[in-house]
C-alpha cells in the first residue's frame, strides 16, 4: 500500500508537470482519467506525447504570432487609405473589442468613420507641425538675411562717411594735423632720369616709402590729357581733354592749352578732379598751377588756387606749400597740389640728353629736398603724406627723323588737324575719310618703322581707349617715339636738310604711353603708406593716382576708371642695381633704300565708318569693361544703383512684417 502512494505521488507529479496540458489549460481531460494505475508503457507514452505536444504548442503560438503580425500590418496599410483601423484602437484599448473587425460586426460601419475622424485628426496635426516648421524655418531665414543686410548697410556706411572715420586729428607737438597729403607733379621726369646719379633726395624718398619701377601715363602723352587723368582717374576718352589741343565738333570751337581764355572754361573739362570731390565733402584744398584748377569745374573753386606762371623759381614754391601747412587747424588745407613744369620746359628746350637738362633735375631733386626737410623741422614727417609723380617722359627729336605732313596727305581736302606730334585729322567731307585713309596708308609705304595710321573707330588699338570721344578725330597719324609730323610752315625739311638746320623742340612726347621713352614716375611716403621701407610695387598707370590720393585723406572717390585702392600691396624690394635708360631712336635711313627693304606695315580697312554727328558732344561713349568716366553714365549707374537699395530695403521690410506677424499667430496657436 505504501509503495501505491508513492507511485501515485510520483505520478501525480509528472501528471502536474508544465509539459501537461492541463498546467496550460483548464478544461483539458486527462488522457489516463480512465485508468486507475500506469504501466511501464504507459509512463513511457505520457512522456512522448508530452514532447510532442510541447512543440505542437510552440508550432501554434509561432502561427498565432506570424498571423496576428499579418493582420496588423494589413490593417495598418488599410487604415493609411482611410478604411477600417479599429484593430489599432483595440490594441490601445487593451483588448479586442467585441463585434470588431477582426469578427463579425454590426458596428463595424460606426468604427470605420471614427477611424476615419482620428486619421483625419493626425493628419491635420501633422500639417499643422508642418507649417510651424514652415514658419520657424522662414523666421530663421529673414533673421539670416536681415543680418546679412545690417552688415551690408553697415560697411555702405561705413564707405560712404570714410571722411568721419579718417579724419583722426593728431598732432606734431604744437598743432593738431587732420589727414594731410602733399602731391607734386614734376612734368616731364622721365622714370629712368632717377638712374642718372642726379637726384639723390628722390632716390632717398624711394628708399623710405613704396613704389613702382615706373608708371604708366595714358595715351597720348601730353601734359594736359594726363594731368587731368592724374586729378580724375578718368582715360581722356572719358574726361574730355584729349589733347593739348583739339576741335570739339559739337561746340564748333579748338581747345588750346596755350590760351586760357578759351582752355579755362568748364565746358572743356568733365569728369570730377579730386579737388572738387575734396571740396563738396567739406575738405580744403590748395591747388598751386596745376592744369585745369582754374576752370571752375562742377561750380566748384578751391579753398586756395594759385595761376599758372612759367617764371616762378623753385623756392618760391617751397615757400608757397609751408604757407598751406602753417595755418590753423580751420584753414589748413588736407591736400596740397603743385605743379612744377621746370623739367618739361627745359627738356623741350634742349632735349632730355642735354647738359641743360641734367642741372634742371638736381635743381628740381633740391626743391623735394627742401619740402622733406620742412616737414621734419615741423615734425610732420610721419603726419603728412607726401606723393610725387609725373605726367610723361621725354624723347630726343632729330631732322633725320621728321616727315613732312604734306608728303602724306593733301592738305587742301582737310579742315582741322588736332595734337602734336601725333596728328588727328578731320576731313573736309566725311565721306572722303576712307579715300583719304587708303591714300594715307599707300604713302606711309615709303616711311617703314617711323608712323602708324589709325582709323578711330576702326583699328584704333584698344589699349589707347582713345576712340569713345566725338573730339578724337576719326584719322590719326601717330609717329614711333622721337619721329615728328611737320607741316610746311613749320619746317620746309628739304631746305632744313640742306642747311643742316636743327629742329626745335629738342625733346617731345606724346607717343604710344607704353614706350619706355614715355614712362612717369610715382613715389610714396606716409602713414597712409605704412609698408616696409624701398617697397616696390607692380607697375600701373596713371588711372589709379586719383583712388589713391583719395583714400589718403579718408576721401570716397567718384566712380572711374582706376581699380587700385590703399592700402597698397607690394611684392618686394626694389633692387639696388640700376635700371637701364632706354635709347634713343635711331636716325632715318634713307628711304629710297628702307622702303625696299621692308615690307609696308599699313593696310586699308575695308570697313565703312561714320562720322560722329555734332551733336555727340564729348564723352558721348565709355570703353567696354571698367571705362565708366562719362559724367552721364556714371549718375545714371549711381540712380539705378540707389533705386535698387530702396527696392530691396522695401522689399526686406515687407518680408519682416510678415515674418512677425507669423510668429505672433504661431505663439498665440
Known sequence: MALHLNTTTARTKRDSSLLSPSEYDNDAASIRSDQESDSDDDERQMRARNSRELLAHDRLVLMEEDEMDHLITELMTEAQHGEDGELMYEMEEGGMREGSSTGDSSEREDSVEV????????????????????????????????????????????????????????????AWFAPTTIILSLDGFRA?????????????????????????????????????????????????????????????????????????????????PFWVTAEKSGL???????????????????????????KEPLPQKVDRIFEFLDMSSEARPQIIAAYVPNVDSDGHKYGPNSTEIMSTIRNVDGMVDSILKGLEQRNLTNIVNVIVVSDHGMATTDVSRLIQLEDLVDADKIEHTDGWPLVGLRPKKPDELQEIHAGLVEKAKSYPGSIDVYLRDVDMPARYHFSKNARIAPLWIIPKAGWGVVRMDEMDLNKAKASGAVYHPRGLHGYDHEHPLMRAIFIARGPAFPRQPNSRLEVFQNIEVYNILCDSVGLAPRPNNGTLRLPLKPFGLHDEGAAETPPDPDPDPDPSASSSAHPASPSVNPVGVDQPSSDSGPGTALHDGEDQGDKSTLDEIETSAQDFWDWFTGKVKDWWDKAKESVSKVGSS
Open 115 to 174: 477611424d476615419r475622424q482620428g486619421l483625419l485628426h493626425l493628419n491635420e496635426t501633422s500639417k499643422q507641425r508642418s507649417r510651424a516648421w514652415r514658419r520657424w524655418l522662414l523666421l530663421h531665414a529673414i533673421i539670416s538675411v536681415a543680418f546679412a543686410i545690417l552688415v551690408l548697410v553697415a560697411w555702405k556706411l561705413s564707405r560712404g562717411h570714410r571722411v568721419l572715420e579718417s579724419a583722426q586729428m593728431v598732432t606734431n607737438g604744437t
Open 284 to 310: 580744403k584744398t590748395a591747388i598751386h598751377m596745376w592744369p585745369g584748377s582754374e576752370a571752375h569745374i562742377l561750380g566748384v573753386e578751391p579753398s586756395y588756387v594759385d595761376r599758372y606762371s612759367a
Open 192 to 272: 629712368d632720369f632717377l638712374q642718372r646719379g642726379l637726384t639723390p633726395r628722390l632716390n632717398g624718398l624711394i628708399r623710405e616709402g613704396v613704389s613702382p619701377p615706373y608708371m604708366t601715363p595714358s595715351f597720348p602723352s601730353v601734359t594736359f590729357p594726363n594731368h587731368y587723368t592724374l586729378a580724375t582717374g578718368l582715360y581722356p576718352e572719358s574726361h574730355g581733354i584729349v589733347g593739348n589741343e583739339f576741335w570739339d565738333p559739337a561746340l564748333g570751337e579748338e581747345f588750346s592749352y596755350a590760351d586760357p581764355s578759351r582752355s579755362m572754361n568748364a565746358k572743356w573739362w568733365d569728369g570730377e
